[in-house]
């Protein structure tokens, strides 16, 4: 009889683009990673999640496109907005949508019922959206000034269009934002936009117009660490599923980029480190003393609970952040390893809401690609052939 294969202690989290691919096109280094993690039956030898900061497809179209380009089953995949599945006290309320790709499928795949998009607005109000129609090509580009000008107006008006603006009006209607990537790596040989530009550009019209600060209700996608306590119920849902007895305890995050990938794999290590830390009452006596390190996030007990209730409570007790060098971050022109000190010098890219602690953004380790990652990490577990 074959000995039984050995029983992973820990999951990986892969970053994709940029980890895995760019663009259509996967990095050679994935291909050489996976055979590693893929049994002679197809299946992965540990429990593996696919955390994207993508959000403008349905999380199955993005699993198969995955799956194709790779060649490996693909079946844990999270969306920026796949966290959104837990806000269940919106979940019937009248929801404006803004976004990329099919929105309302996407909306109501998370679990909202009663949802609206912008062009649904943008036809119902035409007087508020004076973008010339008449140049408008068969395929419409991707702009951002209609979206920004019209979930202005629905801030402003408390979500009556039919109304004028309230600008001394305070608080507004609940914002949940999805993918805080300033930058990311498609095929170009720069980074490009992402999702968190447009939304510097919506936080600064609103302070612009009202002298407040937007309020989020919830932000998700990297580096929340809402994002990262869903990948971990994941995790822990795959060993369950394969009947892996012993719990997972360690979680290794892959990425390219060091103000997503890296600053919430820290941060989720650091929220894990003060759970174990609170069921021992002389660490806990020391972080109240304020010598533990505080939250780059105010943590509203509303947060924890949601996880909790939702989710269970974790079996992880670290997360540690593992950084490539096949995406946003280049070793030439960012930062050397273990060079805190540069970190602390170069621009913050991350979102308003992040403090920007150096420690956050410092790498447990810097390889090359995604398969000296992943043989880095077997050697660490002593897992597998070496």
Known sequence: TEPAPPQPRFGLLFDIDGVLVRGKQPIPAAKK????????????????????????CLRQTKADQLAHILGVPVNQVILSHSPLRMFKKFHDKCVLVS?????????????????????????????????DHNRRPKLPPIRWETNLQLIVDILLTNGNLSSVHQTRKTPHIPLLACNMDLMWMAEAHSPRFG????????ENIYKKITGQDLKYEALMGKPSELTYHFAEYLIRSQALQRQWELPVTSL???????????????????????RVARKNPKAVAQMASGAGSGAAVPREEEGDNLWESELALPSATSCKSVLVCTGVYNPNVEVPPDASHCIKETVFHGHR??????????????????????????????????
């Not at 993690?37 to 955390?51: A, E, K, N, T, Y």
């Open 33 to 56: 990673a996976f055979e590693k993690l893929v049994d002679s039956q197809g299946r992965f030898v540990v429990p593996v999640v696919f955390v994207t900061n993508a959000g403008n």
């Open 99 to 131: 976004g990329q790709g099919p929105v309302l499928e996407i909306a109501k795949n998370v679990g909202f019922n009663n949802v609206v998009s912008v062009d649904m607005l943008r036809e119902s109000f035409p007087l508020m959206d004076m973008v």
């Open 195 to 202: 999702h968190g530009t447009f939304l510097v550009c919506l």
């Open 252 to 274: 290794y995050a892959i990425g390219d980029n060091l103000m997503t990938d890296i600053y919430g794999a820290n941060l989720y290590n650091r929220y894990l480190e003060e």
């Open 353 to 386: 809401d992040f403090r920007f602690d150096p420690a956050l953004v410092e790498p447990d380790h810097i390889v090359q690609d995604v398969a000296e990652a992943v043989q880095r990490i077997f050697e660490q577990e002593k897992f597998g052939p070496q």
